[in-house]
């Protein structure tokens, strides 16, 4: 169960890193790639914090997390400056896939599609 803070900060971290991702894609020039930060989940010591990534297109999401996992440093240095009259530490940042898009379009498919059956 998570407390009053832990939601606080939760939601804090995960527009602040949604912001970040954002303005690096379009600093970068990147067009054809949507990365959206949907969950963010903070441990009760508030030195951990999951991030969930939804990344489209999901066929070269698992290297789009590599680049983004090998940038966690740059990410949280990045989100300690953004945060630093909110926070006195920042949490160590791990990155996940949120693949419930991808199980979802599998389960329509499979309703709609009654002979193929869900991975």
Not at 40 to 53: G, I
Request: proline share 4%; net charge neutral.
């Amino acid at each position: 169960m998570e407390t009053q803070r832990q939601k606080k900060i939760s939601s804090l971290i995960q527009k602040e890193i949604a912001e970040l991702i954002g303005s690096d894609l379009r600093r970068g020039g990147v067009k054809n790639l949507i990365i959206s930060v949907t969950r963010v989940r903070v441990s009760p010591d508030l030195s951990l914090c999951k991030v969930y990534l939804s990344i489209f297109p999901s066929d070269s999401s698992n290297q789009h997390l590599a680049l983004i996992k090998d940038n966690a440093a740059r990410i949280k240095h990045d989100l300690s400056i953004s945060l630093k009259n909110h926070l006195r530490k920042i949490p160590e940042l791990a990155f996940f896939i949120d693949d419930s898009l991808d199980y979802i379009d599998s389960v329509d498919d499979s309703i709609n599609n009654p002979d193929n059956p869900i991975n």
